[in-house]
């Protein structure tokens, strides 16, 4: 079994920054991308950022410029530098995996954190 474990969302002013970690654990063969998602109230979930095990990343129009993915292998966890925060980023963040274990290959899902971007 696999597990996705968030952190560091938050309560922040608009313009302030914050950092989302997500770490992978258990029977773990194989991580291949990973990703941050987010869902607002009443809208669909939506990618934010997503990275693959070569470190290529792909990012929402809306956060270019503005939020950062990285990605420690050693650690199976991604990161999600968030900086220049608006209201609108507020949502409920997930942590996504592609993950193969002995047995199969899965999406994953962290639980989610929230970050609210408010003064």
């Known amino acids: 079994q696999v597990q996705l474990v968030e952190s560091g969302g938050g309560l922040v002013q608009p313009g302030g920054s914050l950092r989302l970690s997500c770490a992978a654990s258990?029977?773990?063969?194989?991580?291949?991308?990973m990703g941050w998602y987010r869902q607002a109230p009443g809208k669909q979930r939506e990618l934010v950022a997503a990275i693959t095990s070569g470190a290529s990343t792909n990012y929402a129009d809306s956060v270019k410029g503005r939020f950062t993915i990285s990605r420690d292998n050693a650690k199976n966890t991604v990161y999600l530098q968030m900086n220049s925060l608006k209201p609108e980023d507020t949502a409920v963040y997930y942590c996504?995996?592609?993950?193969?274990?002995?047995?199969?290959?899965?999406?994953?899902w962290g639980q989610g954190t929230q970050v609210t971007v408010s003064s």
């Open positions: 996504n995996a592609d993950v193969s274990t002995s047995r199969l290959r899965n999406d994953y």
């Open positions: 258990g029977s773990i063969f194989t991580i291949y991308d």
